[in-house]
Protein backbone atom coordinates (compact mmCIF):
# COMPACT_ATOMS: atom_id res chain seq x y z
CA UNK A 1 0.00 0.00 0.00
CA UNK A 2 1.48 3.52 -0.88
CA UNK A 3 -1.64 5.68 -0.73
CA UNK A 4 -0.53 7.83 2.55
CA UNK A 5 1.36 10.17 3.16
CA UNK A 6 4.66 10.73 5.62
CA UNK A 7 5.74 13.71 7.30
CA UNK A 8 9.15 14.27 8.10
CA UNK A 9 10.38 17.14 10.18
CA UNK A 10 14.15 17.97 10.19
CA UNK A 11 16.38 18.08 7.00
CA UNK A 12 19.58 16.50 8.71
CA UNK A 13 21.33 13.70 8.03
CA UNK A 14 18.41 11.85 10.09
CA UNK A 15 15.34 13.44 7.43
CA UNK A 16 17.79 13.44 4.99
CA UNK A 17 18.44 9.20 5.32
CA UNK A 18 14.59 9.06 5.26
CA UNK A 19 14.45 10.89 1.92
CA UNK A 20 17.39 8.60 0.62
CA UNK A 21 15.96 5.32 1.71
CA UNK A 22 12.71 6.41 0.07
CA UNK A 23 14.38 7.55 -3.40
CA UNK A 24 16.38 4.21 -3.42
CA UNK A 25 12.66 2.31 -3.81
CA UNK A 26 11.46 4.66 -6.23
CA UNK A 27 14.35 4.33 -8.62
CA UNK A 28 14.11 0.49 -8.48
CA UNK A 29 10.67 1.27 -10.05
CA UNK A 30 8.17 0.64 -7.32
CA UNK A 31 5.82 3.05 -5.93
CA UNK A 32 6.04 5.39 -2.72
CA UNK A 33 3.89 7.19 -0.60
CA UNK A 34 3.27 11.09 -0.97
CA UNK A 35 6.20 12.33 1.08
CA UNK A 36 6.94 15.84 2.72
CA UNK A 37 9.91 17.06 4.98
CA UNK A 38 9.86 19.88 6.92
CA UNK A 39 13.14 21.77 8.03
CA UNK A 40 13.32 25.68 9.87
CA UNK A 41 16.44 26.12 8.85
CA UNK A 42 17.23 28.21 5.40
CA UNK A 43 18.76 24.72 4.07
CA UNK A 44 19.93 20.74 5.14
CA UNK A 45 22.74 19.38 6.70
CA UNK A 46 21.40 20.00 10.63
CA UNK A 47 24.36 20.27 12.59
CA UNK A 48 26.59 20.50 9.27
CA UNK A 49 24.99 23.44 8.84
CA UNK A 50 27.52 26.08 10.47
CA UNK A 51 26.22 28.90 11.40
CA UNK A 52 28.17 31.95 12.92
CA UNK A 53 24.67 32.39 14.89
CA UNK A 54 24.29 32.05 18.35
CA UNK A 55 20.99 32.16 20.77
CA UNK A 56 18.12 32.65 17.92
CA UNK A 57 18.04 32.30 14.34
CA UNK A 58 17.61 34.71 11.78
CA UNK A 59 13.60 34.32 12.54
CA UNK A 60 14.19 34.45 16.28
CA UNK A 61 13.72 30.60 16.53
CA UNK A 62 15.95 28.96 19.21
CA UNK A 63 19.24 28.28 17.17
CA UNK A 64 19.48 24.66 16.15
CA UNK A 65 23.49 24.37 15.72
CA UNK A 66 26.06 23.85 18.41
CA UNK A 67 29.41 23.29 15.56
CA UNK A 68 31.98 25.63 16.04
CA UNK A 69 34.80 26.41 13.76
CA UNK A 70 37.82 24.60 13.86
CA UNK A 71 35.46 21.52 14.31
CA UNK A 72 37.54 18.47 12.51
CA UNK A 73 35.54 15.02 12.70
CA UNK A 74 36.20 13.79 16.31
CA UNK A 75 36.17 9.80 14.79
CA UNK A 76 37.66 8.38 11.98
CA UNK A 77 35.50 9.26 8.55
CA UNK A 78 35.95 5.24 8.13
CA UNK A 79 33.11 4.70 10.53
CA UNK A 80 30.54 6.60 9.27
CA UNK A 81 30.89 6.15 5.80
CA UNK A 82 27.38 5.84 3.53
CA UNK A 83 27.26 2.24 2.38
CA UNK A 84 25.74 3.40 -0.72
CA UNK A 85 27.95 6.30 -1.18
CA UNK A 86 31.78 6.46 -0.35
CA UNK A 87 34.05 8.85 0.15
CA UNK A 88 36.45 7.89 -2.94
CA UNK A 89 33.40 8.23 -5.37
CA UNK A 90 32.37 11.79 -3.96
CA UNK A 91 36.08 13.32 -3.84
CA UNK A 92 37.45 10.89 -6.48
CA UNK A 93 40.88 10.83 -4.55
CA UNK A 94 41.96 9.43 -1.42
CA UNK A 95 41.32 11.86 1.73
CA UNK A 96 42.45 11.85 5.05
CA UNK A 97 40.55 10.04 7.88
CA UNK A 98 39.95 12.91 10.25
CA UNK A 99 38.32 15.81 7.55
CA UNK A 100 37.14 19.26 8.55
CA UNK A 101 33.33 19.87 9.29
CA UNK A 102 32.92 21.76 5.57
CA UNK A 103 34.45 17.94 4.36
CA UNK A 104 31.68 16.51 5.65
CA UNK A 105 29.03 18.48 4.77
CA UNK A 106 30.14 18.59 1.57
CA UNK A 107 30.42 14.73 1.29
CA UNK A 108 26.57 14.99 3.40
CA UNK A 109 25.61 16.93 0.68
CA UNK A 110 26.99 15.08 -2.37
CA UNK A 111 24.69 12.05 -2.25
CA UNK A 112 21.36 13.92 -1.84
CA UNK A 113 22.28 16.34 -4.70
CA UNK A 114 22.20 13.67 -7.10
CA UNK A 115 18.89 13.14 -5.74
CA UNK A 116 15.35 14.82 -6.36
CA UNK A 117 15.43 15.96 -2.50
CA UNK A 118 15.41 19.07 -2.52
CA UNK A 119 12.01 19.65 -4.40
CA UNK A 120 10.15 17.16 -1.31
CA UNK A 121 11.31 19.86 1.13
CA UNK A 122 10.26 22.87 2.67
CA UNK A 123 13.01 25.18 4.07
CA UNK A 124 12.18 28.07 6.73
CA UNK A 125 9.56 25.81 8.10
CA UNK A 126 9.29 24.82 11.71
CA UNK A 127 6.83 21.94 13.45
CA UNK A 128 4.77 24.35 15.95
CA UNK A 129 2.24 22.05 17.17
CA UNK A 130 1.62 17.55 16.69
CA UNK A 131 -1.79 15.98 17.37
CA UNK A 132 -3.14 12.85 17.09
CA UNK A 133 -6.55 12.04 15.41
CA UNK A 134 -7.38 8.86 17.07
CA UNK A 135 -10.37 8.92 14.60
CA UNK A 136 -9.00 9.58 11.24
CA UNK A 137 -5.62 7.42 12.74
CA UNK A 138 -3.78 10.88 11.42
CA UNK A 139 -0.85 13.27 12.89
CA UNK A 140 -2.41 16.71 12.01
CA UNK A 141 0.47 18.88 12.55
CA UNK A 142 0.83 22.59 12.77
CA UNK A 143 3.19 24.52 10.74
CA UNK A 144 4.94 28.15 10.64
CA UNK A 145 6.14 29.09 7.44
CA UNK A 146 9.06 31.77 9.29
CA UNK A 147 9.59 33.81 6.10
CA UNK A 148 5.77 34.12 5.08
CA UNK A 149 5.37 34.35 8.82
CA UNK A 150 1.95 32.40 8.80
CA UNK A 151 1.19 29.22 10.13
CA UNK A 152 -0.62 26.48 8.29
CA UNK A 153 -1.38 22.34 8.84
CA UNK A 154 -1.18 19.45 7.27
CA UNK A 155 -2.33 15.45 7.90
CA UNK A 156 0.10 12.18 8.15
CA UNK A 157 -0.51 8.87 8.36
CA UNK A 158 3.06 8.23 9.43
CA UNK A 159 5.16 11.24 11.35
CA UNK A 160 9.00 10.90 11.44
CA UNK A 161 10.88 13.40 13.78
CA UNK A 162 14.46 13.67 12.80
CA UNK A 163 14.98 16.88 14.76
CA UNK A 164 18.57 15.77 16.71
CA UNK A 165 19.11 16.06 20.45
CA UNK A 166 22.26 18.03 20.78
CA UNK A 167 21.00 21.41 20.68
CA UNK A 168 18.97 22.18 23.62
CA UNK A 169 21.16 22.98 26.12
CA UNK A 170 21.92 21.22 29.74
CA UNK A 171 22.80 24.18 32.07
CA UNK A 172 22.89 23.17 35.63
CA UNK A 173 23.78 25.91 38.43
CA UNK A 174 26.74 26.22 40.51
CA UNK A 175 26.28 28.53 43.29
CA UNK A 176 28.83 31.60 42.60
CA UNK A 177 28.27 31.42 38.73
CA UNK A 178 26.09 34.77 38.18
CA UNK A 179 28.52 36.86 39.25
CA UNK A 180 31.29 35.26 37.69
CA UNK A 181 33.10 38.19 35.71
CA UNK A 182 34.21 36.57 32.74
CA UNK A 183 32.50 34.78 29.77
CA UNK A 184 30.11 31.84 30.58
CA UNK A 185 28.55 29.81 27.75
CA UNK A 186 27.10 26.60 27.03
CA UNK A 187 29.27 24.22 24.46
CA UNK A 188 26.36 24.82 22.22
CA UNK A 189 27.03 28.74 21.88
CA UNK A 190 30.60 28.21 20.95
CA UNK A 191 31.92 29.24 18.27
CA UNK A 192 35.20 29.04 18.12
CA UNK A 193 38.77 29.36 20.43
CA UNK A 194 39.80 32.27 19.16
CA UNK A 195 38.10 34.55 21.56
CA UNK A 196 39.84 33.01 24.04
CA UNK A 197 43.14 33.30 23.23
CA UNK A 198 45.59 33.93 26.38
CA UNK A 199 42.61 33.23 28.37
CA UNK A 200 42.28 30.69 31.28
CA UNK A 201 39.64 28.40 30.79
CA UNK A 202 37.19 26.19 32.80
CA UNK A 203 35.00 23.42 31.56
CA UNK A 204 32.86 21.55 33.17
CA UNK A 205 31.66 18.38 31.82
CA UNK A 206 34.04 15.00 30.63
CA UNK A 207 32.87 14.19 27.42
CA UNK A 208 33.11 14.97 23.97
CA UNK A 209 32.41 18.44 23.98
CA UNK A 210 34.78 18.79 26.75
CA UNK A 211 37.55 17.09 25.12
CA UNK A 212 37.72 18.87 22.04
CA UNK A 213 37.20 22.09 23.28
CA UNK A 214 39.54 21.58 25.29
CA UNK A 215 41.77 20.63 22.93
CA UNK A 216 40.70 23.49 20.59
CA UNK A 217 41.17 25.69 22.60
CA UNK A 218 44.49 24.56 24.05
CA UNK A 219 45.23 24.13 20.20
CA UNK A 220 44.76 28.10 19.30
CA UNK A 221 46.57 29.64 22.16
CA UNK A 222 44.27 29.53 25.38
CA UNK A 223 46.49 30.20 28.34
CA UNK A 224 45.33 27.09 30.24
CA UNK A 225 42.28 24.64 30.60
CA UNK A 226 40.79 23.00 33.45
CA UNK A 227 38.40 20.28 32.77
CA UNK A 228 35.93 19.75 35.87
CA UNK A 229 34.50 16.03 35.64
CA UNK A 230 31.13 14.85 37.90
CA UNK A 231 31.39 10.82 37.50
CA UNK A 232 34.73 10.23 35.69
CA UNK A 233 37.86 12.12 34.26
CA UNK A 234 38.29 11.72 30.45
CA UNK A 235 41.06 10.19 31.88
CA UNK A 236 43.53 10.43 28.83
CA UNK A 237 47.38 12.24 29.09
CA UNK A 238 47.13 15.33 28.66
CA UNK A 239 49.64 18.04 27.59
CA UNK A 240 51.03 20.64 29.70
CA UNK A 241 48.09 23.16 29.79
CA UNK A 242 45.23 21.23 30.47
CA UNK A 243 44.71 19.10 33.04
CA UNK A 244 41.55 17.27 35.30
CA UNK A 245 40.12 18.15 38.30
CA UNK A 246 36.74 16.67 40.05
CA UNK A 247 33.84 18.91 39.82
CA UNK A 248 33.46 22.69 41.15
CA UNK A 249 31.83 23.12 44.29
CA UNK A 250 30.93 26.78 43.50
CA UNK A 251 32.77 30.12 42.94
CA UNK A 252 33.51 33.68 44.44
CA UNK A 253 34.43 36.05 41.81
CA UNK A 254 36.63 34.46 39.52
CA UNK A 255 37.87 31.59 41.61
CA UNK A 256 36.50 28.72 41.25
CA UNK A 257 36.61 26.16 44.10
CA UNK A 258 36.56 22.32 43.69
CA UNK A 259 35.47 19.22 45.32
CA UNK A 260 39.02 17.90 46.30
CA UNK A 261 39.60 21.10 48.12
CA UNK A 262 42.14 22.88 45.59
CA UNK A 263 40.69 26.73 44.05
CA UNK A 264 41.99 28.16 40.38
CA UNK A 265 41.15 31.80 39.26
CA UNK A 266 39.70 31.47 35.56
CA UNK A 267 38.84 34.41 32.86
CA UNK A 268 36.03 31.93 31.04
CA UNK A 269 33.78 29.41 32.27
CA UNK A 270 32.20 27.12 29.27
CA UNK A 271 29.52 24.25 30.32
CA UNK A 272 30.36 21.69 28.34
CA UNK A 273 27.35 19.33 30.37
CA UNK A 274 25.49 17.86 27.38
CA UNK A 275 22.19 18.40 25.98
CA UNK A 276 18.37 17.66 26.04
CA UNK A 277 16.10 15.61 24.09
CA UNK A 278 13.34 18.61 23.57
CA UNK A 279 10.60 18.25 21.49
CA UNK A 280 8.22 21.20 21.37
CA UNK A 281 6.30 20.68 19.17
CA UNK A 282 5.06 17.27 20.56
CA UNK A 283 2.30 16.90 23.48
CA UNK A 284 3.12 14.77 25.99
CA UNK A 285 1.84 11.74 25.23
CA UNK A 286 3.93 11.62 21.80
CA UNK A 287 6.99 12.50 23.82
CA UNK A 288 10.27 10.65 23.52
CA UNK A 289 11.57 11.21 27.11
CA UNK A 290 15.21 10.17 28.06
CA UNK A 291 18.58 10.93 28.49
CA UNK A 292 21.45 10.36 26.13
CA UNK A 293 21.92 6.79 26.35
CA UNK A 294 22.36 4.12 23.40
CA UNK A 295 19.26 2.77 23.48
CA UNK A 296 16.78 5.00 24.49
CA UNK A 297 13.34 3.60 26.31
CA UNK A 298 10.01 3.40 24.18
CA UNK A 299 11.25 3.05 20.96
CA UNK A 300 10.93 0.12 19.11
CA UNK A 301 14.27 -1.10 17.56
CA UNK A 302 15.11 2.55 18.51
CA UNK A 303 12.64 3.87 15.81
CA UNK A 304 9.12 3.30 16.66
CA UNK A 305 7.51 4.78 19.03
CA UNK A 306 5.97 2.39 21.58
CA UNK A 307 3.39 4.45 22.71
CA UNK A 308 1.95 5.20 19.15
CA UNK A 309 3.39 2.98 16.17
CA UNK A 310 3.06 5.48 13.37
CA UNK A 311 5.17 7.93 15.52
CA UNK A 312 9.03 7.43 14.39
CA UNK A 313 12.29 9.02 15.41
CA UNK A 314 15.89 8.90 13.78
CA UNK A 315 19.16 9.68 15.67
CA UNK A 316 17.65 9.71 19.42
CA UNK A 317 20.68 7.63 20.17
CA UNK A 318 23.75 8.53 21.93
CA UNK A 319 26.14 8.12 18.90
CA UNK A 320 29.51 6.17 18.59
CA UNK A 321 28.20 5.45 14.82
CA UNK A 322 26.72 8.67 12.82
CA UNK A 323 25.56 8.51 9.20
CA UNK A 324 24.95 5.19 8.32
CA UNK A 325 23.03 4.15 11.52
CA UNK A 326 20.82 7.05 10.80
CA UNK A 327 20.70 4.96 7.58
CA UNK A 328 20.18 1.53 8.91
CA UNK A 329 17.19 3.23 10.50
CA UNK A 330 15.76 5.32 7.74
CA UNK A 331 15.45 1.68 5.95
CA UNK A 332 14.00 0.17 8.72
CA UNK A 333 11.50 2.62 8.95
CA UNK A 334 10.87 2.92 5.01
CA UNK A 335 10.13 -1.14 4.78
CA UNK A 336 7.77 -0.73 7.49
CA UNK A 337 5.67 1.83 6.57
CA UNK A 338 5.64 0.42 3.03
CA UNK A 339 4.45 -2.93 5.25
CA UNK A 340 7.27 -5.00 4.50
CA UNK A 341 8.46 -5.26 8.06
CA UNK A 342 5.15 -6.58 10.60
CA UNK A 343 5.76 -5.62 14.19
CA UNK A 344 4.68 -7.50 16.90
CA UNK A 345 2.15 -6.22 19.52
CA UNK A 346 2.90 -3.29 22.03
CA UNK A 347 3.53 -5.81 24.72
CA UNK A 348 6.31 -7.95 22.69
CA UNK A 349 7.80 -5.11 21.69
CA UNK A 350 8.14 -3.36 25.60
CA UNK A 351 10.13 -7.28 25.71
CA UNK A 352 12.56 -6.38 23.00
CA UNK A 353 13.29 -2.98 24.07
CA UNK A 354 13.49 -4.20 27.64
CA UNK A 355 16.47 -7.09 26.16
CA UNK A 356 18.31 -4.27 24.76
CA UNK A 357 18.03 -1.68 27.65
CA UNK A 358 19.27 -4.66 29.39
CA UNK A 359 22.13 -5.25 27.41
CA UNK A 360 23.24 -1.91 27.30
CA UNK A 361 22.86 -1.95 31.48
CA UNK A 362 25.77 -4.35 31.36
CA UNK A 363 28.12 -2.42 29.35
CA UNK A 364 31.17 -0.37 30.81
CA UNK A 365 33.74 0.61 28.86
CA UNK A 366 34.04 2.66 25.48
CA UNK A 367 34.68 -0.89 23.91
CA UNK A 368 31.16 -2.26 25.00
CA UNK A 369 29.74 0.47 23.66
CA UNK A 370 31.19 0.57 20.34
CA UNK A 371 30.12 -3.29 20.77
CA UNK A 372 26.50 -2.85 21.70
CA UNK A 373 25.52 -0.21 19.25
CA UNK A 374 27.95 -2.32 16.44
CA UNK A 375 25.00 -4.94 17.57
CA UNK A 376 22.37 -3.13 17.24
CA UNK A 377 23.10 -1.73 13.60
CA UNK A 378 22.90 -5.40 12.60
CA UNK A 379 20.11 -6.16 13.98
CA UNK A 380 18.50 -3.47 11.95
CA UNK A 381 20.37 -4.58 8.70
CA UNK A 382 19.16 -7.69 8.79
CA UNK A 383 15.75 -6.46 7.96
CA UNK A 384 16.00 -4.92 4.80
CA UNK A 385 18.49 -4.30 1.63
CA UNK A 386 20.31 -1.69 3.14
CA UNK A 387 24.00 -2.73 1.45
CA UNK A 388 25.43 -4.99 4.25
CA UNK A 389 29.21 -3.91 5.12
CA UNK A 390 31.78 -5.35 7.51
CA UNK A 391 30.69 -4.01 10.83
CA UNK A 392 33.07 -5.93 12.88
CA UNK A 393 35.76 -3.98 11.04
CA UNK A 394 34.79 -0.81 11.56
CA UNK A 395 33.85 -2.03 15.46
CA UNK A 396 37.81 -2.48 15.64
CA UNK A 397 38.33 0.59 14.10
CA UNK A 398 36.30 2.38 16.78
CA UNK A 399 38.47 0.40 18.96
CA UNK A 400 41.44 1.48 17.59
CA UNK A 401 40.36 5.28 17.61
CA UNK A 402 39.72 4.98 21.51
CA UNK A 403 43.30 3.78 21.66
CA UNK A 404 44.90 6.52 19.93
CA UNK A 405 43.09 9.33 21.73
CA UNK A 406 44.30 7.56 24.91
CA UNK A 407 47.80 7.73 23.30
CA UNK A 408 47.86 11.03 22.29
CA UNK A 409 45.25 13.73 22.48
CA UNK A 410 47.00 15.73 19.83
CA UNK A 411 47.56 13.72 17.14
CA UNK A 412 44.90 11.27 17.33
CA UNK A 413 43.51 12.63 14.23
CA UNK A 414 46.85 12.39 11.78
CA UNK A 415 46.10 8.36 12.07
CA UNK A 416 44.44 6.66 8.65
CA UNK A 417 42.39 3.97 8.33
CA UNK A 418 41.05 1.64 5.51
CA UNK A 419 37.49 2.08 3.83
CA UNK A 420 35.71 -1.37 3.83
CA UNK A 421 32.90 -0.44 1.98
CA UNK A 422 35.51 -0.17 -1.44
CA UNK A 423 38.67 -0.72 0.48
CA UNK A 424 40.31 2.50 -0.25
CA UNK A 425 43.25 3.51 2.25
CA UNK A 426 42.75 7.07 4.07
CA UNK A 427 45.76 9.56 2.73
CA UNK A 428 47.61 11.11 5.64
CA UNK A 429 46.97 15.04 5.35
CA UNK A 430 49.19 17.37 4.39
CA UNK A 431 49.62 19.29 7.60
CA UNK A 432 49.40 17.66 10.96
CA UNK A 433 46.45 18.37 12.38
CA UNK A 434 48.04 20.27 15.53
CA UNK A 435 49.70 22.55 13.36
CA UNK A 436 46.52 22.79 10.49
CA UNK A 437 45.04 26.38 11.85
CA UNK A 438 42.85 26.58 8.61
CA UNK A 439 39.62 24.20 8.47
CA UNK A 440 38.38 25.33 5.10
CA UNK A 441 37.65 22.69 2.28
CA UNK A 442 39.85 24.86 -0.30
CA UNK A 443 42.59 24.74 2.32
CA UNK A 444 42.16 20.85 3.01
CA UNK A 445 42.21 19.72 -0.44
CA UNK A 446 45.31 21.35 -1.52
CA UNK A 447 48.66 19.56 -1.72
CA UNK A 448 50.52 21.60 0.10
CA UNK A 449 52.18 21.63 3.68
CA UNK A 450 52.29 24.66 5.34
CA UNK A 451 55.18 26.61 5.72
CA UNK A 452 58.03 24.77 7.20
CA UNK A 453 59.38 27.90 9.52
CA UNK A 454 55.67 28.31 10.88
CA UNK A 455 55.94 24.32 11.80
CA UNK A 456 58.67 24.84 13.45
CA UNK A 457 57.22 28.04 16.02
CA UNK A 458 55.23 25.59 17.51
CA UNK A 459 56.34 22.06 18.73
CA UNK A 460 53.49 20.36 20.70
CA UNK A 461 54.56 16.56 20.68
P1 LIG B 1 20.74 17.26 13.40
O1 LIG B 1 21.97 17.25 12.60
O2 LIG B 1 20.75 17.97 14.71
O3 LIG B 1 19.56 17.84 12.47
C1 LIG B 1 18.25 18.05 12.94
C2 LIG B 1 17.54 19.03 12.01
O4 LIG B 1 16.16 19.21 12.45
C3 LIG B 1 18.15 20.42 11.98
O5 LIG B 1 18.40 20.80 10.65
C4 LIG B 1 17.10 21.32 12.64
O6 LIG B 1 17.09 22.63 12.14
C5 LIG B 1 15.81 20.59 12.33
N1 LIG B 1 14.73 20.88 13.26
C6 LIG B 1 14.79 20.84 14.63
N2 LIG B 1 13.58 21.15 15.16
C7 LIG B 1 12.74 21.40 14.11
C8 LIG B 1 11.36 21.76 14.03
N3 LIG B 1 10.60 21.90 15.12
N4 LIG B 1 10.83 21.94 12.79
C9 LIG B 1 11.58 21.78 11.67
N5 LIG B 1 12.89 21.42 11.70
C10 LIG B 1 13.46 21.24 12.91
N6 LIG B 1 28.92 13.28 14.28
C11 LIG B 1 29.91 12.69 13.58
O7 LIG B 1 29.68 11.67 12.94
N7 LIG B 1 31.17 13.21 13.55
C12 LIG B 1 31.47 14.35 14.20
O8 LIG B 1 32.61 14.81 14.16
C13 LIG B 1 30.43 15.01 14.94
N8 LIG B 1 30.68 16.18 15.56
C14 LIG B 1 29.67 16.79 16.25
C15 LIG B 1 29.95 18.00 16.90
C16 LIG B 1 29.00 18.66 17.64
C17 LIG B 1 29.34 19.94 18.32
C18 LIG B 1 27.69 18.08 17.74
C19 LIG B 1 26.63 18.76 18.55
C20 LIG B 1 27.41 16.89 17.10
C21 LIG B 1 28.39 16.23 16.36
N9 LIG B 1 28.16 15.02 15.69
C22 LIG B 1 29.15 14.42 14.97
C23 LIG B 1 26.87 14.30 15.87
C24 LIG B 1 25.71 14.84 15.05
O9 LIG B 1 24.66 14.82 15.96
C25 LIG B 1 25.40 13.96 13.83
O10 LIG B 1 26.52 13.93 12.96
C26 LIG B 1 24.21 14.42 12.98
O11 LIG B 1 24.27 15.79 12.69
C27 LIG B 1 22.85 14.09 13.60
O12 LIG B 1 21.88 14.21 12.59
P2 LIG B 1 20.33 14.46 12.88
O13 LIG B 1 19.70 14.68 11.56
O14 LIG B 1 19.81 13.36 13.72
O15 LIG B 1 20.26 15.77 13.76
P1 LIG C 1 27.48 14.23 26.28
O1 LIG C 1 28.31 13.24 25.60
O2 LIG C 1 26.05 13.91 26.52
O3 LIG C 1 28.18 14.51 27.70
C1 LIG C 1 27.64 15.34 28.68
C2 LIG C 1 28.68 15.59 29.77
O4 LIG C 1 28.15 16.55 30.69
C3 LIG C 1 29.03 14.35 30.59
O5 LIG C 1 30.42 14.33 30.83
C4 LIG C 1 28.25 14.57 31.91
O6 LIG C 1 28.87 13.99 33.00
C5 LIG C 1 28.34 16.08 32.01
N1 LIG C 1 27.31 16.65 32.90
C6 LIG C 1 25.97 16.64 32.74
N2 LIG C 1 25.37 17.28 33.76
C7 LIG C 1 26.35 17.70 34.58
C8 LIG C 1 26.36 18.39 35.82
N3 LIG C 1 25.23 18.77 36.42
N4 LIG C 1 27.55 18.67 36.37
C9 LIG C 1 28.70 18.28 35.79
N5 LIG C 1 28.77 17.60 34.62
C10 LIG C 1 27.59 17.31 34.04
O7 LIG C 1 27.50 15.64 25.52
P2 LIG C 1 28.66 16.33 24.64
O8 LIG C 1 30.00 16.11 25.23
O9 LIG C 1 28.20 17.72 24.45
O10 LIG C 1 28.62 15.57 23.23
C11 LIG C 1 27.47 15.65 22.39
C12 LIG C 1 27.75 15.19 20.98
O11 LIG C 1 28.53 16.14 20.28
C13 LIG C 1 28.49 13.87 20.84
O12 LIG C 1 27.85 13.07 19.87
C14 LIG C 1 29.85 14.25 20.33
O13 LIG C 1 30.42 13.25 19.49
C15 LIG C 1 29.57 15.50 19.56
N6 LIG C 1 30.77 16.37 19.53
C16 LIG C 1 31.70 16.20 18.54
C17 LIG C 1 32.82 17.03 18.47
C18 LIG C 1 33.85 16.90 17.39
O14 LIG C 1 34.99 17.15 17.66
N7 LIG C 1 33.51 16.54 16.17
C19 LIG C 1 33.00 18.02 19.43
C20 LIG C 1 32.04 18.17 20.41
C21 LIG C 1 30.92 17.34 20.46
P3 LIG C 1 28.46 12.57 33.64
O15 LIG C 1 29.38 11.57 32.99
O16 LIG C 1 28.71 12.76 35.09
O17 LIG C 1 27.01 12.34 33.32
MG1 LIG D 1 29.80 9.26 30.84
Known amino acids: MTNFKVGIIGAGPSGLAMLRAFESEQKKGNPIPEIKCYEKQDNWGGMWNYTWRT???????????????????????????????????????????????????????????????????????????????????????????????????????????????????????????DNFPGAVMHAHDFRGADQFVNQKLLLIGSSYSAEDIGVQCFKHGSDSVTISYRSNPIGTKWPEGIKEKPLVTHLEGNTAFFKDGTTEDFDAVILCTGYQHKFPFLPDNLRLKTKNRLYPDNLYKGVVFNENERLLFLGMQDQYYTFNMFDTQAWFARDYMLGRIQIPEKSLRDLDIQKWMTYEDSTITGPDHVDFQTDYIKDLISYTDYPSFNLDKVADMFKSWLNDKEINILNYRDQVYTSVMDGTQAETHHTPWMKEMDDSLERYLTEEPIDEKELDKVNYY
Open 55 to 177: GVGKYGEPLHGSMYKYLWSNGPKECLEFADYTFTEHFGQPISSYPPREVLFDYIQGRIKKSNARDFIKFNTVARWVDYLEDKQQFRVVFDDLQKNETFEEYFDYLVVGTGHFSTPNMPYFKGI
